[in-house]
């Protein structure tokens, strides 16, 4: 038989399975062009995403199912993309902010209760989309400032209580 140091037994538990975390915050900034940026958050309650993007045909997601959370995006420039979904939440929020032309906004949430989303554009030829499916008492806003801007906002009936703005 042999021993494990404890970094090494550390190193194999921890290929062993996921952590799971309480108050995650992600933080991701990307300028430039083309540029990427995911995260998933998982059962973490209280946890946070802030993606901001500054540039030419950027693309940021961020999903969070099971918790409290928030996820805040930011695109600035042209050509960007920017997708927030929501599983299973209680209470929580998703802030997108468009600034320039050609940009889109997705917020999804699903299957919760007391959520919110809101997506501003500034700028021209922006297009934001808010979907809320078998929500309880939640709101979806898509306010537009400035010209030639296009925003939809959906919330399922299934359930009383939501608002569409």
């Known amino acids: ?10 190193i194999v538990l921890g290929l062993a399975g996921q952590a799971m ?6 933080t991701q900034s990307q300028f430039g ?8 958050q998982s059962a973490a ?5 802030s ?3 500054y540039g030419l045909g950027n693309n940021s997601a961020a999903l969070q199912d099971n918790a409290s959370a928030q996820i805040q995006q930011l695109h600035q420039g042209e050509y960007n993309a920017g997708y927030a979904e929501q599983l299973f939440e209680s209470a929580s929020r998703i802030n ?41 008492g939640s709101q979806g806003t898509t306010p537009a400032v400035r010209r030639r801007q296009r925003g939809e ?13």
């Open 153 to 165: 906002c959906r919330t399922a009936v299934r359930r009383a209580g939501n608002n569409a703005l």
């Open 96 to 136: 997108q902010q468009a600034v320039g032309s050609f940009n889109n906004t997705h917020a999804s949430q699903s299957l919760g209760q007391s959520n919110q989303a809101t997506q501003v554009q500034e700028g021209s030829a922006n297009f934001s989309f808010v979907y809320q499916d078998s929500q309880v």
């Open 33 to 40: 062009t083309e540029n990427i940026a995911e995260v998933k």
């Open 51 to 53: 993606q901001s993007q």
């Open 21 to 26: 975390a309480d108050d995650s915050l992600s």
């Open 1 to 10: 038989m042999f021993k494990l140091a404890p970094l090494s037994a550390a």
């Open 45 to 49: 309650p209280l946890s946070s995403t």
